[in-house]
């Protein structure tokens, strides 16, 4: 049975996951999740032992030192809660890990049962894959879920995809099984501009979360590297006219497609996200950190180091480009028009 020492009953709490590997192009979705324990200032409370789910000649432990001391971190999954105060306070529950090598339906169980003794209401799974989508334009982002229920009541999309999946996939039918409301979050990302970071990608994983859950998210500098990003890649496409000239067939075809739904629904989104953003919920400095607690030299050993700075995309490649094995099989299922569908029900 699992115990939470140190971490108090939760308010409404929801758990968001992401996952690095084949369900993370351009490490759009753990970025989001680090982005938001980083703004509101989460504190590690659990971490999934290493020894049980991950092959570390394929994702290696990093040795540092600290103050002349080595110390070593080790590739695992780890879990933090965050307080989102104002007028209504509600919890997150944060799960930002590494996709396991082994044991996947332990690796499920074992976060269903955090889930289980926090009171987790719904869980969230971010995920991005490489897709047929240009650069220039919003990046696609769906809602799936294999909910029925669910999909009529929150205005996703009821899977149907078939094929390889991710822990993505996995984690969304244990919590089905489960009885656990869960939703999963996809952000299609240029194919032929997949190397990470890929702010843009992020920032519309967040903004789509804030529409799920209700919930204004600090975005701090995210807007601004993300234009800084499209930037970037719009001098290097310029600088190749092969590229440039498949950027504006991509762009013909997404808007061609997207030309009937350019429609009042999408402008009253984004009119209630800038109402939300000029009058309710808290902004940055004003959310409270979290909650659980870690002691002495475990916090250190457990946590990962934040990285920051921004990386300048490199070249894209010339048109038609051969996809990565590990997007290829979702990618094409959904492509451009959808993400989403690259999530999976299996048996």
Known sequence: MIELEGVPELIDPVMVAAFEGWNDAGDAASTAVAHLDREWKGEVFAALDAEDYYDFQVNRPTVW?????????????????????????????????????????????ELLGFAHELGVEMVVILGA??????????????????????????????????????????????????????VSLWAAVPHYVSQPPNPKATLALLNRLEDLIDLRIPLGELPEDARAWQLGVDQLASEDSEVAEYVQTLE????????????GEAIAREFERYLRRRDGGPGPGQASGGHATESGDAGTYLRDT????????????KPGPEREDESEAEGDAGSDSGPGSTDTSED
């Open 252 to 263: 013909e075809a997404r808007d061609t497609a997207e030309l009937p739904e350019a429609s």
């Open 129 to 182: 894959l490489l897709g047929d989508t240009p650069h220039t334009r919003p990046v696609p982002v769906s809602g799936v879920t294999s909910d029925p229920d669910l999909a009529s009541s929150m205005d996703l999309e009821e899977t149907r995809y078939e094929g390889p999946t991710g822990i993505v996939g996995i984690l969304q039918e244990a919590c089905t099984h489960a009885g656990v409301p869960a």
């Open 306 to 317: 934040a990285t920051g700075g921004r990386t300048k995309p490199p070249k894209p490649p």
């Open 65 to 109: 030192l600290d103050g002349g001391v080595r110390k070593v971190t080790w590739p695992t999954t780890r879990l933090s809660v965050v307080r989102v105060g104002g007028d209504k306070p509600r919890d997150l529950v944060l799960v930002r890990g590494i996709e396991p090598s082994m044991r996947w339906r332990s690796f499920c169980n």
